[in-house]
Structures are given as C-alpha cells and as structure tokens.
C-alpha cells in the first residue's frame, strides 16, 4: 500500500495595518497641535498636552516603522509611509520646541503667534482628513486626499501671510530705532519663535506635496 503524503498549506501571516498605525500618529498630532492653538490662547495647561501628545507621537511613529519592518504588502508605497510618518514627527517637534523656548524665554505668545497657531492647527486638520482619505480604495480616495491636502497647503499658506506680516513690524521697529535693552531682547526672541513656527508651515506644505506624491503614484 503507497502512503500519501501529506497535504501542505501554506500561510502567510497577515500584514499589519500599515496605514492604520500612520494615522493612528496623525490623530494624535492633530490633537497634539489642536492643544498647541489652545496654549497660544493662553490656556495654562496646554503645554503639558503639547508635550505629552509628542511623547505619543514618538511612540506611534515607532510603530509605523515596525509595521513596515514586518509587512509582506502595504496599500502605499513604504517610502512614502515612512517618509509620512517621519515629517508628521517634524510638526509636533516643532510644536512642542515653540513651547518650549517661549517658556525659556518668559514669553507669551503674542497675537501673531495665536494667528499663526491657528493657521497650523487648520492645516493639521485638513491633512487629518487626507490621511483618512488615502486610506480609501480606488481614485475617489485618492482625490478626495489630495483635495484635503490642497487646503492644507492654503492653510501653510495663510500662515506664511501672518508670518511676513509679522516680522515686517519686528523690523520696523528696528529701523525706527524705538526699540532698547529688555526690548531688544524681546525683538530677538519674538523673531526667532515667528522662524521656528514658520518652518512647521513649510513642514504641514511638505506633508501635503507627500500626499500627492503618494496619491498620484496609486491612481
């Protein structure tokens, strides 16, 4: 009598969801920058929930890193997950640095600084929505992420507006020569929290090429 041998089958264990792990970290850097609008306010404690949200950010963005490691397939390119992932980082760094050396500073923020805040978390919602919709099957997804991601870039945009308005008054007093000692001081400090909140709008406008690049490549 000839044995049989027996029948294989083959498993393939299942992917991890790639997608849902990059905007699990774009919900908390939402929340993140929504925190970072409030303490811009004046909110006394948003500052611990700018810090706190970019902790959990770093935690999300280590687990989109390992979902790439162990996927056999994901829905976007990994290049671009990854690349995603590591300039939403960017956003709530850039966040969480603002905070952190007005505080060094002893510097509120100023109205500029709450118009510009604003601006950011607009645009941080606006690619909320793209993320979301990247995650859709087919070109309706696609267009509709890519859509979001235009206002985005209108939102850096705005923001970019305040910005120059911004560091125009800064240079007019300078030039006026109304400015001395402790004032001085404040100029100084006042234009480098206006760079370092501009360069997060060049950031949310980085995204928001990224989501097209993605997109595009898919459709």
């Known amino acids: ?9 083959w ?9 849902g792990d990059l905007r699990a970290q774009m919900v908390i850097t939402d929340a993140g920058m929504e925190a970072f609008a ?3 306010e004046g909110d006394a404690g948003a500052a ?3 810090r706190a949200a970019e902790h959990e950010a770093d935690a999300a963005k280590r687990a989109v890193r390992v979902a790439l490691r162990d996927a056999f397939i994901t829905p976007l390119s990994p290049e671009d997950i990854f690349i995603l992932s590591q300039l939403l980082d960017k956003v709530l760094n850039g966040a969480k640095d603002v905070v952190r050396e007005a505080e060094v500073m002893g510097m509120a923020p100023d109205v500029p600084m709450v118009e510009m805040a604003e601006r950011l978390r607009e645009g941080t919602e606006h690619l909320a929505r793209a993320f979301e919709a990247l995650a859709g099957q087919g070109a309706d997804g696609h267009r509709a992420a890519t859509a979001a991601a235009d206002a985005a870039t209108k939102s ?19 030039a006026e020569g109304t400015i001395e ?13 206006y760079r370092r ?22 459709m």
């Open 197 to 218: 909140l501009s360069r997060i709008a060049d950031t949310l406008a980085d995204v928001a090429d990224r989501v097209w690049y993605a997109a595009v490549k898919e």
């Open 48 to 50: 611990e929930r700018v």
């Open 1 to 9: 009598m000839r044995l049989r041998r027996p029948v294989r089958h």
């Open 11 to 19: 498993v393939l264990p299942q992917d991890p969801d790639v997608l």
């Open 181 to 193: 000692g402790a004032h001085v001081r404040e100029v100084m400090g006042r234009r480098e929290l």
């Open 38 to 40: 409030a303490w811009a």
């Open 156 to 174: 850096a945009r705005r923001m970019e507006k305040v910005y120059r308005g911004a560091m125009s008054g800064l240079l007019e007093l300078e």
